[in-house]
Structures are given as C-alpha cells and as structure tokens.
C-alpha cells in the first residue's frame, strides 16, 4: 500500500520554530512537496526536494532523505497566520500524481 | 496570471441528482488534476488528464464518476446520481506541459458539494 504519515496537531508560539515531519511509503517516488492549507481552502505549495538535503525558501525550509523514506518541513519565526494545516505530498509515478499525507494542523499561539 | 479557476464554489444536490464541477487551469497550464478531500482528510487523488485525454484514472470510483478535458473549455468532472457519501470538497490542480514527473501542481479553491 501507499502512506504518507504526519502528527495529527502541532502547537507553538509566535516567533518560535517547528517541525512538521513525515514518513512515506509508496511504491514509486518522484520527490515530495509541501502544501500549506487555510480553512480548507486552496493548497497553496511551499517546497519541493527530489534530492536529500535542505530547500530554502524564505521562513520555511523543507528537508528529504530517501534512504530514511523522511522529511521535514521546518518553519521560522512563526507568525499566527502560520496556523493551517500542512500536507507532505510524494510525486507517485510517470503521471505526476500527488500522494497525500494526513495532514498537520499547527496552532500558532501568541 | 489568474490563477485556477473553479465553479461553482458551493453547490447543493439532492439524492439522485447530477453533479457538474468545473475547472480551468492556470494560462498556459494543460496537463489538469482533480482530487477530492473529505473532512478532516488529506486529498486524495482521481483522475489526471491532458486535452481531450484522459491519461491516469486509477483514483475514479469506477461507477457514476467521469470527467474530460475538451479542445475547448473546462475540464469538467460529473457525477451521476449522487449519494450522501460523495459531499466532499473536490480540488483542481493545474501543471505545465512538461514530461517531468514531478512539475509543480497549482491548486483551485475547490467545490464544495453537498448532498442532501
């Protein structure tokens, strides 16, 4: 089977920094990206790593390592607006699907 | 740019009726996606297609459910004779046509469908 496995809830404070980790099992793997989602609104993508190491992007910085079948999103200097929920995503084959975790709500608190 | 387009946002069906979501990609996008999300889940993906193609169908139920993606016009997904376990928010995303594996999918707001 395929599954993408994420903590259900995570909570920090304003200016703090967390990690939101995910582990994967799938039969096929492109790379893994991460979707911020408000309210169940649109996801909106943050980053993407096909190879192991860090990605950089700003406040939010996205981490693989495929012998592990793990990854992290990590975010900086949090903000309330920074509490939604996060999705790691694997590229599952030839067609581009997304794989979805379950998903990761953050609570920003002030 | 406008981004991916999706109507209606919001739509009401009763037991039996028809549902018709629509879809247009990002400008210059033509490789579209469609996942579904239940609450409290992650999505789940359906169907992928390119113009006038359906190319990966392995996440449609196999009955009730079809989509297309014509020449002209929105990818449309639709769905026979609802049943109460398909309200769900059902999500569009949109790629470029590249040939990698893993092109950026840009999301839509969704629809939300309800069945009465």
């Known amino acids: 089977g395929q599954s993408l496995e994420q903590p259900s809830e995570v909570t920090a404070v304003e200016g703090a920094i967390v990690q939101i980790n995910c582990t994967y099992q799938t039969s096929g793997f492109y790379g893994l990206s991460w979707y911020q989602q408000h309210d169940g609104g649109a996801p909106t993508f943050l980053s993407y790593?096909?190879?192991?190491g860090l990605e950089e992007t700003g406040r939010f910085s996205s981490f693989l390592s495929r012998s592990d079948s793990y990854g992290y999103l990590l975010l900086q200097e949090l903000q309330m607006k920074d509490s939604a929920s996060y999705f790691c995503a694997v590229h599952g084959g030839a067609t581009n699907k997304l794989i979805f975790g379950t998903g990761t709500l953050l609570a920003v608190q002030p | 740019n406008a981004g991916v387009m999706q109507n209606p946002r919001h739509l009401v069906r009763r037991r039996g009726q028809e549902a018709r979501l629509r879809c247009s990609p990002m400008?210059?996008?033509?490789?579209v996606y469609w996942y579904r999300q239940l609450p409290e889940e992650g999505l789940k993906f359906m169907v992928y297609l390119q113009k006038e193609n359906i190319i990966d169908e392995s996440g449609m139920p196999k009955e009730r459910f079809s989509a297309e993606f014509p020449k002209e016009g929105p990818s449309i997904l639709r769905i026979q004779q609802v049943v109460r376990g398909d309200s769900a928010a059902y999500f569009c995303?949109?790629?470029?046509?590249?040939?990698?594996?893993?092109?950026?999918?840009?999301f839509g707001p969704g629809t939300r469908l309800t069945v009465l």
């Open positions: 995303a949109s790629s470029l046509p590249g040939q990698k594996f893993t092109d950026t999918q840009y």
């Open positions: 790593n096909a190879l192991d």
């Open positions: 400008k210059g996008h033509s490789h």
